[in-house]
């Protein structure tokens, strides 16, 4: 502009026009840029916390965050609408008349009504033990007492914590949260069953899965900064010449013992991938990987017999140190863990996927049996005999995990990994072997199962092989099929009469157990055959009616025995498992979808991840063929 002498401070009206534009845009841009700053505040306050968790982070002490009702943890894809804000937000409303009437909200059914009286008993068993334990390991239900059974570190807290947030219980999940901030675990440990000492197997399952799955949940970093603590305290244990973990560990000076047994047993050495993977996962550290691979490769090269393997081993050689074969207290959830971990991890690790199917086809050919009369299919322990398996008949509640297991292999697993027809015989045998579970509960006064029986096999006295589930499968099928199903997977019928039930209880307890419900419930996950919703909801009624006391609920010394007599204790995996599964079987809604998550052996949810390029590097993790 040229400047007009004597008007040099009088600007022409185009040049005002021009000034006040700037202006106004200036004005403008700095509206925009605020409004951008609100927006981005409003989406990123309940995000994930920015923890970059490959690198070690500080101790978080703060308290909690709750809730986490952040995004997802992926952007959109192509062509995916974005994100909308708060439902208050403007944006996002809608002018009168436009679009279709939102739909109806969904009634409760009677499913949702039925989760909510699962809700309430977990209310009732953690308000007991709130009051009168806690801080202690467990409640003892019937006196309202307490005990530290399980290093004295609050068990039942940690093991109930992600059962919490499956219900929504977050004001309970918030004050247990500001509980485990203060505990960095390295007060000396007390235990019932390794006195100063951590035992491993329990520690891992119920501490640290509870913690991870907790974090993985709700994300807040202070689970993930304690599941860190834990897993390197832990690590000790490792320590050994073939890499099998002892026994226990002293988390205060890091000394380690072995414990009852002179030997590792399986379920011990091979129930610790799932966790220590899924940590180094969120670590990044190397040393947690490389620790429970080490196992893995070990038994590539030691199943012992027909793809099974032995339940006690070596600890120096790393070796089997005997020629049992069981599914039971040995050895049950290190047979889970070998499909649990493959699904854990993305399906990336061939090699456990090779194990769990040689050892599933071990288990079906060499472990399960049939009654006579009732043709009740069971799982049992066998010891070799020279080239033979010479059964043992009993059948444990604990092994009532393996219908199961076998369901959500059918479901999870490509086709083409079976051979031809195998993977019928394998549904075939996971309803088969939840039919005769649900039998010894319906059987008894009580209608709860006993925690050992003994089974009357096929055949007569002596005979060990008449009896085998596979044989009998193939008879059937070179009759022609009769009646359309295979011996022992017909609907059980409950049998009051003990003369006439093919089965006598060892250990007649009934110990709140979760192994017969998640068996319902998967096989309800992967089958949509509502009797197993409709038999957890009989088993609840009687959990209810023989089991519930003034604090808590407890376990059952006798279970054809009514009035019951209660023996004084409240297992933390009661509220980890047993109601956890009992809810999940009810509600209609699933918040932890077979295609996103993979239960632990304690049933802590894990979330389904893929191994980055760099991980797979640095801990030389094999591709898929």
């Not at 009634?107 to 909510?116: M, S």
């Not at 079976?418 to 019928?424: A, P």
């Not at 009759?479 to 017909?490: D, H, N, Q, S, V």
């Not at 039930?501 to 419900?517: D, F, N, Q």
Request: net charge neutral; with cysteine; charged share 20%.
């Amino acid at each position: 502009m040229i400047s007009i002498p004597g008007n040099a401070h009088q600007p022409t009206p185009a040049f005002r026009f021009r000034l006040n534009g700037r202006l106004f845009f200036r004005l403008l841009t700095w509206a925009a840029g605020c409004t951008l700053v609100l927006w981005l505040f409003i989406l990123h306050s309940g995000d994930e916390p920015l923890l970059n968790v490959h690198n070690p982070f500080p101790a978080v002490g703060g308290g909690p965050h709750l809730p986490f009702l952040g995004p997802t943890d992926k952007p959109p894809s192509e062509g995916e609408p974005l994100p909308k804000g708060p439902k208050w937000w403007p944006g996002n409303a809608k002018p009168a008349g436009a679009g279709p009437p939102t739909p109806p909200k969904k009634l409760p059914t009677i499913w949702d009504e039925r989760a909510k009286q699962v809700k309430a008993a977990f209310v009732h068993a953690y308000t007991g033990y709130l009051k009168h334990a806690g801080g202690y390991d467990e409640l003892l239900p019937v006196v309202g007492g307490k005990v530290n059974n399980f290093n004295g570190w609050g068990v039942t807290i940690y093991d109930g914590l992600d059962t919490m947030w499956i219900m929504g219980l977050h004001d309970e999940f918030r004050q247990a949260l500001s509980l485990i901030a203060q505990n960095r675990f390295y007060q000396k440990p007390v235990s019932s069953s390794a006195g100063d000492f951590a035992p491993f197997f329990e520690t891992t399952i119920r501490y640290l899965g509870g913690l991870l799955s907790a974090y993985a949940l709700s994300k807040e970093p202070t689970l993930l900064a304690r599941a860190d603590d834990l897993g390197k305290l832990l690590l000790p244990v490792f320590n050994t010449t073939s890499g099998l973990p002892m026994f226990a560990v002293n988390t205060v000076n890091g000394q380690t013992k072995m414990g009852w047994s002179a030997s590792v047993l399986w379920a011990e050495a091979m129930s610790n991938q799932m966790e220590y993977k899924y940590l180094a996962h969120l670590t990044g550290r190397e040393e947690y990987y490389n620790a429970t691979e080490r196992i893995v490769k070990m038994m590539e090269k030691n199943a012992a017999f027909d793809g099974l393997f032995a339940s006690k081993w070596n600890l120096e050689q790393g070796i089997p140190n005997n020629e049992q074969y069981t599914v039971g207290a040995y050895a049950d959830s290190a047979y889970e863990y070998l499909l649990k971990q493959w699904l854990l991890t993305g399906r990336s690790e061939p090699r456990v996927l090779k194990l769990y199917i040689s050892s599933a086809n071990g288990i079906i050919k060499n472990l399960l049996h049939i009654t006579d009369k009732r043709n009740l299919l069971y799982v049992t322990d066998a010891n070799a005999n020279g080239t033979a398996l010479e059964p043992t008949h009993t059948l444990e509640h604990l092994s009532c995990f393996l219908p199961g297991l076998f369901a959500l292999g059918v479901k999870t697993l490509p086709s083409n990994i079976f051979d031809e027809n195998d993977k019928e015989l394998h549904l075939w045998a996971a309803e088969g072997l939840a039919e005769t579970c649900w039998a010894t509960y319906a059987d008894t006064k009580s209608g709860l199962g006993p925690d050992v029986i003994l089974m009357k096999p096929f055949g007569t006295a002596g005979d060990q092989s008449s009896s085998r589930w596979v044989d009998h499968v193939d008879q059937w099928q070179n009759r022609g099929k009769p009646g359309g199903r295979p011996p022992g997977t017909l609907d059980a019928v409950p049998e009051p009469d003990p003369t006439k039930r093919e089965w006598t209880a060892v250990k007649s307890t009934y110990l709140l157990r979760p192994e017969t419900i998640e068996s319902f419930y998967v096989l309800w996950k992967t089958t949509g055959n509502a009797k197993w919703r409709e038999r957890g909801w009989t088993v609840f009624q009687a959990i209810e009616k023989h089991a519930k006391t003034k604090y808590g609920y407890a376990s059952i010394s006798t279970v054809d025995s009514v009035p019951v007599q209660w023996k004084d204790e409240m297992p933390s995996y009661f509220m980890a498992e047993t109601l956890k599964y009992l809810y999940l079987l009810f509600a209609e809604e699933d918040p932890v979808p077979f295609e996103k998550w993979v239960f632990n052996t304690e049933a802590h949810p894990l979330p389904i991840f893929e191994w980055t390029s760099w991980e797979k590097k640095a801990y030389g993790i094999d591709k898929m063929d």
